[in-house]
């Protein structure tokens, strides 16, 4: 009886160590395999936002000969299909669990950045202008994105990821989604350097832009002002300093956040721009003078033709211009100008433009034609 308890317990340990082999082999494959998985799906994440990012680079840009890819030009108009061709050729230069992806879902559409979850059509037009207050967005935002889905799964860029416990129950591998949305927004914030020192009245733009449709108005007239017009083109809009122009068709020279008028320190923000970055809600020093020398100074900067598209601060002065004092910042806007005249004339020509990039730009504010580089929303 001895011998045959003594052979149940020996059969009882081998189970039992036979089983915590077995479980032992199964916790080390589980963890191989949760690091394997995480691996590939970073894999696949990093590839869906490289292709997100390089679509919607080129939303704002003008199309190349091949018609599925960007220069670096700007565009006055949004290409949706080049945004899309372009995404979907960059999603093949990327692979995941060592197998180039082949495949993918590219989409366009409007994507709202204060809590979006869906795209909405290319049709739409856009709701806003995104209000900020306190840098924080109050109102829908809606700005122009390029959504792209990877998946590794049946069918698709070689399959379900392989797992070793798969392996060890015959069970399959297990299959992965990323999911990515490149987005080009109205900024909130501008770097250094990104603008030029002529504030621009918000009531402008209330006049000659569409902040339904974000595009500028279309001439009706064949002169405005005294300025030659091109019926259905922008109007042409000629900005002088408030001292010589009516409040709603004027500038005035802006110090950013330093307080400083003369026409060598003006030189120096026209050459160099602001000095820190500038957002929403913060203050710009409004400047006294008509400054004649200062509009040669950018002229001189900006010759003409061919002029330049440049973003200015926009401040909100409704009843007048109030200079040797700060005013805060309301928006970024994009500009084209045409001419600049000092002398006699001192005045900037141009006329509201629907897409500039401001480098180093983010965040998200009323759009007024400035955009940010390509950022990802989700």
């Not at 709202?112 to 290319?122: A, D």
């Not at 070689?158 to 927004?185: D, E, K, Q």
């Not at 401040?315 to 309301?330: E, L």
């Amino acid at each position: 009886m001895l011998h045959t308890s003594s052979h149940r317990q020996e059969g009882a340990m081998i189970i039992t160590v036979a089983f915590w082999f077995i479980a032992l082999i199964a916790f080390a494959a589980l963890a191989f395999d949760v690091g394997h998985l995480l691996v590939v799906r970073n894999e696949l994440q990093n590839a869906a936002d490289a292709a997100a990012l390089a679509g919607a680079n080129c939303l704002d840009k003008t199309p190349a000969a091949s018609g599925s890819d960007c220069t670096s030009a700007n565009s006055t108009t949004l290409h949706w299909a080049v945004a899309a061709a372009k995404a979907s050729s960059s999603i093949g230069m990327n692979s995941s669990d060592s197998v180039a992806l082949a495949n993918g879902t590219v989409q366009t559409g409007y994507w709202n950045i204060n809590g979006g979850s869906s795209l909405q059509p290319t049709t739409l037009s856009p709701l806003g202008p995104c209000t900020i207050v306190g840098g924080v967005m109050t109102t829908a935002c809606d700005k122009p994105a390029v959504m792209v889905t990877l998946n590794k799964a049946a069918g698709s860029n070689g399959g379900p990821v392989g797992t070793l416990i798969a392996a060890m129950f015959s069970g399959v591998g297990i299959s992965l989604t990323a999911n990515a949305v490149a987005v080009i927004s109205s900024p909130g914030q501008v770097s250094a350097g990104a603008l030029i020192p002529y504030a621009v009245n918000k009531c402008l733009y209330d006049l000659y832009w569409d902040s339904t449709t974000n595009l500028p108005k279309t001439a009706t007239a064949t002169t405005l002002n005294g300025v030659p017009q091109v019926i259905g083109q922008p109007w042409e809009l000629r900005i002088g300093s408030s001292y010589h122009y009516p409040n709603c068709d004027s500038g005035q020279w802006t110090s950013f956040q330093q307080n400083v008028n003369s026409d060598s320190a003006i030189k120096g923000l026209i050459v160099n721009g602001n000095s820190a970055p500038l957002a929403i809600g913060d203050n710009t020093w409004i400047q006294t003078g008509t400054k004649a020398s200062s509009f040669n100074d950018l002229s001189a900067q900006y010759p003409t033709p061919p002029g330049a598209d440049v973003t200015v601060p926009v401040v909100d002065q409704p009843a007048g211009w109030v200079t040797n004092t700060q005013a805060p910042i309301v928006a970024f806007g994009a500009f084209h100008i045409d001419d600049i005249q000092g002398g006699s004339g001192k005045y900037v020509q141009g006329h509201f433009i629907p897409i500039t990039t401001s480098g180093g730009s983010s965040g998200g504010g009323p759009n007024f034609g400035s955009y940010t580089p390509p950022r990802l929303a989700h």
